[in-house]
């Protein structure tokens, strides 16, 4: 059960470096009030967001999150 223990510690620690990583690399929201009014993005960038480089680091960092709070629950159980 050490063993299994360290192979999840080690797969938790490199989830966390690659969770910062790809969270510094984002862009930032510079919509300022323009959100607040409910401004969509009507353009034709804003329809492809999904596919652009933002979208996939997105979508990448939600897998990263869900699988940080998964393995932090896994590490914290007492069964370990």
């Known amino acids: ?3 299994l223990k360290l192979v999840i510690a080690i797969v938790f ?9 790809l ?3 984002q862009e930032g929201k510079t919509q300022g ?3 607040i009014q409910g ?5 034709y ?4 967001k ?3 480089r933002e979208g996939v680091l997105k979508k990448i960092t939600i897998v990263l999150s869900v699988l940080f709070i ?3 629950i896994v590490l914290n159980m007492s069964i370990f």
Not at 13 to 21: E, F, G, N, R, S
């Open 50 to 52: 999904g596919r652009s």
């Open 39 to 43: 401004f969509a993005e009507t353009t």
């Open 23 to 25: 969270v510094l690399a």
């Open 45 to 48: 960038w804003g329809k492809i």
């Open 1 to 3: 059960m050490a063993a």
């Open 70 to 72: 998964v393995l932090s």
């Open 33 to 35: 009030l323009g959100a």
């Open 13 to 21: 620690i490199i989830d966390c470096v690659a969770l910062v990583t």
